[in-house]
């Protein structure tokens, strides 16, 4: 079984939409394939999707998931930064909290921060492919 389950697409710091890396990695025999775009920040970056976009994001991986089924599996995910005090997966801003902690632990790692300076990859680290090589 061949499978990619981190793959990044234009919502966030990938260059191909959503719908051709789906069918690329189809095209490459993949049996499934999971979007794991970068998760919005509470300050501006250059790889994390803007929060008003989430909701698009959503419905574009949720209208693959129907497109392909039967014929590769596609999966909806985000790749959540944590940053202490300020954000991370158990905050509640991106549904209930994975871990297995009381909410009371959640609650208090979502606590307001101070806003952060914008944030921008150092230079030379891009990790951009285009869809023809392959999904990433």
């Not at 719908?19 to 509470?42: I, K, Q, R, T, V």
């Not at 392909?68 to 995910?77: A, D, K, V």
């Not at 209930?96 to 921008?120: D, F, I, V, Y």
Request: hydrophobic content about 35%.
């Amino acid at each position: 079984m061949l499978t990619n389950y981190h793959t990044h697409c234009q919502f966030c710091d990938g260059r191909s939409s959503a719908a051709e890396m789906a069918e690329a990695a189809h095209a490459a025999g993949y049996d499934a394939l999971g979007f794991s775009s970068h998760a919005p920040l509470p300050f501006d970056t250059d790889w994390t999707m803007k929060a008003e976009r989430l909701p698009d994001y959503v419905d574009e991986i949720r209208r693959l998931k129907k497109v392909w089924e039967g014929r590769m599996e596609i999966l909806l995910g985000l790749e959540i930064d944590w940053i202490e005090s300020l954000v991370g997966p158990g905050d509640g801003r991106f549904g209930p909290s994975p871990c297995r902690r009381s909410s009371s632990c959640c609650a208090a790692r979502a606590r307001p921060a101070p806003p952060a300076p914008s944030m921008r990859r150092p230079a030379g680290s891009s990790l951009r492919r285009a869809a023809s090589s392959g999904p990433r």
